[in-house]
């Protein structure tokens, strides 16, 4: 059974840093580009980030660029997002997913939620 | 960067057919998936490549895609397809990003 496992989420001030993991199991992590997805309270779903398979091409949302660094380490079946300059307007739960073809994302995680907030 | 519109709401009465739709320029050309969300619960893949279902999900759930205008189409309507729906599309022509579209609430009667 495919799961992903999201952690890491919090309460941080503004300008602080946090650092999501997401583990995944059930299936061949390396072999698949992985995403984070987010979405803010009463809000609609807005891609945030993905990572090929080795980790040799990332993608951003414009209004993340330069403040947020996926990766993922293949070895422990596991994918991050580091979050720096955190601004309210990040505050989200945040999602991790599987992207199928095309970059359908077949698997979802629970979330996890990020409050940016003094 | 590429922008998909949704209609913010659509009813429908149980047993009838609602129709979702989701423009963006060209979005004909593009690859379009749908996904369900409940309240309270992460998105549920519905349909991908404009028509086709995982596994698991009902045959009432189908896609199109021609012109400017994707379609989701869910027929024979219940109470718990009650949800908001979200078209996205993986946009390659220029900033390499991923875009969903703004969701649509889908109220059954």
């Known amino acids: 059974e495919v799961q992903l496992v999201e952690s890491g989420g919090g309460l941080v001030q503004p300008g602080g840093s946090l650092r999501l993991s997401c583990a995944a199991s059930?299936?061949?992590?390396?072999?698949?580009?992985m995403s984070w997805v987010r979405q803010a309270p009463g809000k609609g779903l807005e891609w945030v980030a993905n990572?090929?398979?080795?980790?040799?091409?990332?993608y951003y949302v414009d209004s993340v660029k330069g403040r947020f660094t996926i990766s993922r380490d293949n070895a422990k079946n596991s994918l991050y997002l580091q979050m720096n300059s955190l601004r309210a307007e990040d505050t989200a739960v945040y999602y991790c997913?599987?992207?199928?073809?095309?970059?359908?994302?077949?698997?979802w995680g629970q979330g996890t939620l990020v409050t940016v907030s003094s | 960067s590429y922008v998909l519109t949704q209609p913010p709401s659509v009813s429908v009465a149980p047993g009838k057919t609602a129709r979702i739709t989701c423009g963006g320029n060209n979005i004909g050309s593009k690859s379009v998936h749908w996904y369900q969300q409940k309240p309270g619960q992460a998105p549920v893949l519905v349909v991908y490549d404009d028509s086709d279902r995982p596994s698991g999900i009902p045959e009432r759930f189908s896609g199109s895609n021609s012109g400017n205008t994707a379609t989701l189409t869910i027929s024979r309507v219940e109470a718990g397809d009650e949800a908001d729906y979200y078209c996205?599309?993986?946009?390659?022509?220029?900033?390499?990003?991923?875009?969903f579209g703004g969701g649509t609430k889908l109220t059954v009667l």
């Open positions: 059930g299936f061949t992590f390396s072999s698949y580009w």
């Open positions: 997913a599987r992207d199928q073809k095309q970059h359908a994302h077949d698997y």
């Open positions: 990572i090929k398979q080795d980790g040799s091409e990332k």
């Open positions: 996205q599309v993986w946009d390659s022509s220029s900033d390499l990003s991923l875009v």
